[in-house]
């Protein structure tokens, strides 16, 4: 029986943490509103905010690197574009499927580099 009550107690921690946390796992998935998270107290802390803050860290590099490059390639039109446009795409695209896992409470790694790439311990 005691088990089972600090089981309970483990469980409800856990809930009220990632309850918490929701909102400022949603907003690190906006360009550098991952700052907010990754900067203010008791979110900093929260291992939840902490992956989704992780996660938005890499989707930024990602759309500047999309918008560095569609500019580098620009000299050639048809590829800098096909370029910008494919990783713009790629940049919304986990934008959209980190905030709507953060909504749903769900840890969220991503695809291919999400186990590879630790920014936030």
């Given at each position: 029986?005691?088990?089972?009550?600090?089981?309970?107690?483990?469980?409800?921690?856990?809930?009220?943490?990632?309850?918490?946390?929701?909102?400022?796992?949603?907003?690190?998935?906006?360009?550098?509103?991952?700052?907010?998270?990754?900067?203010?107290?008791?979110?900093?802390?929260?291992?939840?905010?902490?992956?989704?803050?992780?996660?938005?860290?890499?989707?930024?590099?990602?759309?500047?690197?999309?918008?560095?490059?569609?500019?580098?390639?620009?000299?050639?039109?048809?590829?800098?574009?096909?370029?910008?446009?494919?990783?713009?795409?790629?940049?919304?695209?986990?934008?959209?499927?980190?905030?709507?896992?953060?909504?749903?409470?769900?840890?969220?790694?991503l695809p291919v580099i999400g186990d590879s790439i630790k920014i936030v311990k």
């Amino acid at each position: 029986m005691e088990n089972n009550d600090s089981i309970n107690k483990v469980t409800d921690a856990v809930n009220e943490s990632v309850n918490n946390g929701v909102l400022f796992a949603a907003l690190a998935y906006v360009p550098f509103l991952w700052l907010l998270g990754l900067l203010i107290e008791p979110h900093k802390s929260n291992a939840f905010v902490k992956g989704h803050v992780n996660n938005g860290i890499i989707i930024t590099i990602i759309g500047l690197a999309a918008a560095i490059l569609g500019k580098v390639l620009s000299f050639i039109p048809v590829l800098g574009t096909l370029v910008g446009i494919v990783l713009g795409l790629i940049f919304l695209a986990l934008m959209i499927m980190g905030i709507y896992k953060s909504v749903k409470k769900q840890a969220f790694l991503l695809p291919v580099i999400g186990d590879s790439i630790k920014i936030v311990k």
